[in-house]
């Protein structure tokens, strides 16, 4: 599976939206890119998936670059409960086990 | 959306003693469940995936005699930790998939263990 790269962290208002960035530059063509988040004590959650067209639901948006090769979750209005720790996953839709390796992620902080 | 449950939520033990905790998919079968490892401040590491009526498949570096894995049921696994040190102190995260291939993964909220 494809390596990814976010930042450490990210500050965002309570209201507007967040950008969280990804770099999948090595990604293959049958991989879809992941996005779960940690709050804190408590199991991932799953946000969204893609594997080239932008795709929306009542959690984020998630837009993937024409090459592929980097993303950004979008949380259109922010609030504090969507301070959490966010994870960009690469991974191929395929046979067998699809077990999901996490990287460091992206400490998101939502302040009033 | 589907529901993965774990027990206990917290367990406190001695060192030396062995302590299993549960991992149940409450509403659908997993006919695949895995079992993580994070430490403060870290990130999620994998420690092994397993089947229902099969043999756990441990990720490199865990000892697969230290955490025993049984899958018993589509619905329910175990991981027991055996002979448990301070090191051994973290938070274990179980996820179930509903069937091979499919990305759909549910996780569990979690079972923080304190070895003292």
């Known amino acids: 599976d494809a390596k990814t790269t976010q930042p450490p962290s990210m500050d965002c208002a309570e209201g507007r939206a967040a950008n969280l960035p990804c770099n999948h530059s090595t990604i293959s063509g049958n991989e879809y890119v992941y996005w779960y988040r940690q709050i804190h004590s408590q199991g991932p959650q799953y946000i969204i998936h893609g594997l080239k067209n932008n795709e929306t639901n009542e959690m984020a948006s998630l837009i993937i670059t024409e090459d592929r090769k980097s993303s950004t979750l979008i949380l259109p209005h922010a609030t504090l409960r969507d301070t959490a720790v966010y994870y960009c996953i690469v991974k191929a839709l395929s046979g067998g086990y699809n077990k999901l390796i996490f990287g460091a992620g992206t400490r998101l902080a939502v302040h009033p | 959306g589907a529901v993965v449950s774990q027990h206990p939520s917290r367990v406190i033990c001695k060192s030396g003693t062995s302590v299993k905790i549960e991992c149940r998919s409450l509403d659908f079968q997993a006919t695949t469940m895995f079992w993580y490892r994070q430490f403060p401040k870290q990130s999620l590491m994998l420690m092994a995936t397993?089947?229902?009526?099969?043999?756990?498949?441990?990720e490199q570096g865990v000892e697969k005699d230290k955490f025993l894995i049984n899958h018993a049921s589509l619905t329910l696994s175990t991981l027991t930790v055996t002979s448990a040190h301070p090191e051994d102190s973290s938070f274990y995260i179980c996820?179930?998939?509903?069937?091979?291939?499919?990305?759909?993964?549910?996780f569990g909220p979690g079972t923080r263990l304190t070895v003292t």
């Open positions: 996820s179930a998939s509903v069937r091979e291939g499919r990305w759909e993964q549910y």
């Open positions: 397993s089947n229902e009526g099969s043999k756990a498949t441990y």
